[in-house]
T-cell receptor
């Protein structure tokens, strides 16, 4: 399978705990995006990497959120001191080239109790 | 922030019927995309549109990029039960020097139910 891979698929945590999600993009895709999707809504942009450089962060990404892409390949998204409002589906997408079509992973569903 | 208005919010149709949904924006987009999402899964790309006025088909799906670059529609012909899901439009802004390259803005989605 050469698509975008996300791990874990589901995460249940207690409020106040830290969680980390991983995204493996399609091989050789140099751009990687994180989105958050709540029930009944479309995905909302969180942050974007080109290679290892984080080029943009949304206002949705509070200081409890941090994302990395240390070698320009896989990326991690960490949420510290989780809150119930962080419960959502976290989606990763990757792309390359001028047309920049984004292909999405299956997402990580986070439930904060 | 920038938003896309997608309509209708939901549709209940009989198998074999045609479906039409659309998206409008207050801003211009460089690219319009249509995705389908099944429960618990990520969005899957259906059609990508790159030029104003462009009409593109993918099997029973047809989508158009509006002339004003502020709207797009998706048609599904002869619907079948596996068309059930949530359809999202997404707009990709003009590249502003690379810092916002490809950031997608999504509509709220159209929930499609097909009765056999």
């Amino acid at each position: 399978d050469t698509g975008v891979s996300q791990d874990p698929r589901h995460k249940i945590t207690k409020r106040g705990q830290n969680v980390t999600f991983r995204c493996d993009p399609i091989s050789e895709h140099n751009r990687l995006y994180w989105y958050r999707q709540t029930l009944g809504q479309g995905p909302e942009f969180l942050t974007y990497f080109q290679n290892e450089a984080q080029l943009e962060k949304s206002r949705l990404l509070s200081d409890r959120f941090s994302a990395e892409r240390p070698k320009g390949s896989f990326s991690t998204l960490e949420i510290q001191r989780t809150e119930q409002g962080d419960s959502a589906m976290y989606l990763c997408a990757s792309s390359w080239g001028q047309k920049n079509i984004q292909y999405f992973g299956a997402g990580t569903r986070l439930s904060v109790l | 922030g920038q938003q896309l208005n997608q309509s209708p919010q939901s549709m209940f149709i009989q198998e074999g019927e045609d479906v039409s949904m659309n998206c409008t924006s207050s801003s211009i987009f460089n690219t319009w995309l249509w995705y389908k999402q099944d429960p618990g899964e990520g969005p899957v790309l259906l059609i990508a549109l790159y030029k104003a006025g462009e009409l593109t088909s993918n099997g029973r799906l047809t989508a158009q990029f509006g002339i004003t670059r502020k709207d797009s529609f998706l048609n599904i012909s002869a619907s079948i039960p596996s068309d059930v899901g949530i359809y999202f439009c997404a707009g990709q802004p003009i590249n502003a020097g690379g810092t916002s390259y490809g950031k997608l803005t999504f509509g709220q989605g159209t929930i499609l139910t097909v009765h056999p």
